[in-house]
């Protein structure tokens, strides 16, 4: 037996002396809960793949958001469903449409509450991507298939401007095409919405668990011709690590005051590369699958939803998150204050 012997169980023994070393903390206000906005009053349509997500009509969003933050919730995110979507997804951009709605009615009625918006096109589009389409510029179906990168970016630039002018705390470019910060800081710095920051999402990866938030922003790509079946060609290939570190410096370098990592847990090691690189604030998205797995072992009894509810996301801290996005955000808000509603 060595002598003196190391014990690291020493400060495990009760749980004042865990709490006296604990390195990471979940706090409410570490929480930013997405929520969908669809035209009409008094809508709440539950999202099946998603149990205890619903689209709500800005009047049920509002209460929605009220009830979030009397559990400590302090920061929403918002994406819309619009009432028409085209080619262009002019109603990503429209003055008056889904979204700034949402916002002017949250900004009144609960002021101390932070509302970011997704900046994005594919909730706006006919044909589901998170831009316009070569194929529907150049008028020729299916020969040039894809999405128009550059002529994306005005779209973007003139949504976000769209959310600031609602009273956005904060704009969240989703696309992923390439430039789209910049072009966003622009438009806001000329328009005098200077001081609105910008939270990219910057290493964002193609793959298989948004399928829920696609029943729920009712964004999923169509079929068709000159359509692209998904959207590898503009999201990140799970396998590369080293190109996330590229698309966070571009980001930063464009002007993005906070950069996301999404989805989360599959993708801890991304969030501690980022925090351990670069200087600005990290979020993690808990994203619609991850969620959906919990909820659906927890249905069959398999695990305690609560407790894993809060491992997952106290890890995404300890991951180097600074803050994280989860339809878990109003419950484990609740778990923590306990405050339940
Ligand atoms: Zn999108």
Same mark, same amino acid.
């Given at each position: 037996?060595?002598?003196?012997?190391?014990?690291?169980?020493?400060?495990?023994?009760?749980?004042?002396?865990?709490?006296?070393?604990?390195?990471?903390?979940?706090?409410?206000?570490?929480?930013?809960?997405?929520?969908?906005?669809?035209?009409?009053?008094?809508?709440?349509?539950?999202?099946?793949?998603?149990?205890?997500?619903?689209?709500?009509?800005?009047?049920?969003?509002?209460?929605?958001?009220?009830?979030?933050?009397?559990?400590?919730?302090?920061?929403?995110?918002?994406?819309?469903?619009?009432? !028409?979507?085209?080619?262009?997804?002019?109603?990503?951009?429209?003055?008056? $449409?889904?979204?700034?709605?949402?916002?002017?009615?949250? *900004?009144?009625?609960?002021?101390?509450?932070?509302?970011?918006?997704?900046?994005?096109?594919?909730?706006?589009?006919?044909?589901?991507?998170?831009?316009?389409? *070569?194929?529907?510029?150049?008028?020729?179906?299916?020969?040039?298939?894809?999405?128009?990168?550059?002529?994306?970016?005005?779209?973007?630039?003139?949504?976000? &401007?769209?959310?600031?002018?609602?009273?956005?705390?904060?704009?969240?470019?989703?696309?992923?095409?390439?430039?789209? @910060?910049?072009?966003?800081?622009?438009?806001?710095?000329?328009?005098?919405?200077?001081?609105?920051?910008?939270?990219?999402?910057?290493?964002?990866?193609? $793959?298989?668990?948004?399928?829920?938030?696609?029943?729920?922003?009712?964004?999923?790509?169509?079929?068709?011709?000159?359509?692209?079946?998904?959207?590898?060609?503009?999201?990140?290939?799970?396998?590369?690590?080293?190109?996330?570190?590229?698309?966070?410096?571009?980001?930063?370098?464009?002007?993005?005051?906070?950069?996301?990592? *999404?989805?989360?847990?599959?993708?801890?090691?991304? @969030?501690?590369?980022?925090?351990?690189?670069? !200087?600005?604030? @990290?979020?993690?998205?808990? &994203?619609?699958?991850?969620?959906?797995?919990?909820?659906?072992?927890?249905?069959?009894?398999?695990?305690?939803?609560?407790?894993?509810?809060? !491992?997952?996301?106290?890890?995404?801290?300890?991951?180097?998150?600074?803050?994280?996005?989860?339809?878990?955000?109003?419950?484990?808000?609740?778990?923590?204050?306990?405050?339940?509603?």
């Amino acid at each position: 037996m060595p002598f003196p012997q190391e014990r690291p169980r020493r400060l495990r023994r009760t749980e004042a002396l865990r709490s006296l070393v604990r390195e990471t903390v979940l706090s409410p206000g570490d929480l930013v809960w997405p929520l969908f906005a669809v035209p009409g009053t008094r809508v709440r349509n539950a999202v099946k793949s998603m149990p205890g997500v619903f689209q709500l009509s800005v009047d049920e969003l509002v209460a929605e958001a009220q009830g979030g933050f009397e559990a400590g919730v302090r920061s929403v995110i918002l994406f819309g469903v619009p009432e !028409e979507k085209d080619a262009l997804g002019s109603g990503a951009y429209d003055a008056d $449409g889904i979204i700034p709605r949402a916002v002017r009615a949250l *900004k009144q009625r609960v002021p101390g509450l932070v509302v970011m918006t997704d900046v994005c096109m594919c909730e706006y589009t006919d044909h589901g991507h998170c831009g316009v389409l *070569k194929a529907s510029k150049a008028g020729g179906p299916g020969q040039d298939l894809g999405v128009d990168n550059d002529a994306t970016l005005p779209l973007l630039a003139k949504e976000a &401007v769209a959310h600031a002018q609602a009273g956005a705390d904060i704009v969240a470019p989703s696309d992923m095409m390439d430039g789209r @910060v910049a072009a966003i800081r622009r438009s806001l710095d000329e328009t005098g919405y200077g001081d609105v920051p910008i939270l990219s999402y910057a290493a964002k990866f193609a $793959g298989a668990f948004y399928g829920p938030f696609r029943d729920a922003a009712e964004s999923a790509p169509r079929e068709g011709p000159g359509i692209p079946r998904d959207r590898k060609a503009y999201q990140m290939d799970p396998a590369n690590a080293r190109e996330a570190m590229r698309e966070v410096a571009l980001d930063v370098g464009e002007g993005a005051d906070m950069v996301m990592v *999404k989805p989360a847990v599959p993708y801890l090691d991304i @969030v501690r590369m980022v925090k351990d690189r670069f !200087e600005v604030p @990290v979020a993690a998205y808990h &994203v619609s699958g991850e969620y959906a797995m919990i909820k659906a072992a927890a249905e069959r009894g398999w695990i305690d939803e609560d407790r894993v509810a809060l !491992e997952t996301l106290l890890c995404c801290r300890r991951a180097g998150a600074d803050f994280v996005l989860t339809y878990y955000a109003k419950h484990v808000a609740g778990l923590l204050t306990g405050i339940r509603r």
